[in-house]
């Protein structure tokens, strides 16, 4: 139950990034910072869909502690 949590707010959290991202791009201009942005933002939760297919619980954990070491 706490994954398909972690996935929802992982997919609004994109979509505000998203939206971010068209804005800086858009109206100020801003290409370099906004386009890694928009990497880093939206990987979140692909990283967790991918931890999603874990074989247990204990390798879903360990998906998710080396994706946030790595943030």
């Given at each position: 139950?706490?994954?398909?949590?972690?996935?929802?707010?992982?997919?609004?959290?994109?979509?505000?990034?998203?939206?971010?991202?068209?804005?800086?791009?858009?109206?100020?201009?801003?290409?370099?910072?906004?386009?890694?942005?928009?990497?880093?933002?939206?990987?979140?939760?692909?990283?967790?869909?991918?931890?999603e297919h874990a074989q247990s619980k204990p390798d879903?954990?360990?998906?998710?502690?080396?994706?946030?070491?790595?943030?």
């Open positions: 139950m706490n994954d398909r949590i972690s996935l929802v707010k992982s997919k609004a959290f994109a979509i505000r990034i998203i939206r971010l991202y068209q804005l800086l791009s858009n109206n100020k201009k801003e290409y370099v910072i906004s386009k890694q942005l928009l990497r880093s933002g939206t990987g979140i939760g692909a990283l967790l869909r991918e931890a879903f954990l360990n998906k998710v502690r080396v994706f946030a070491s790595n943030s």
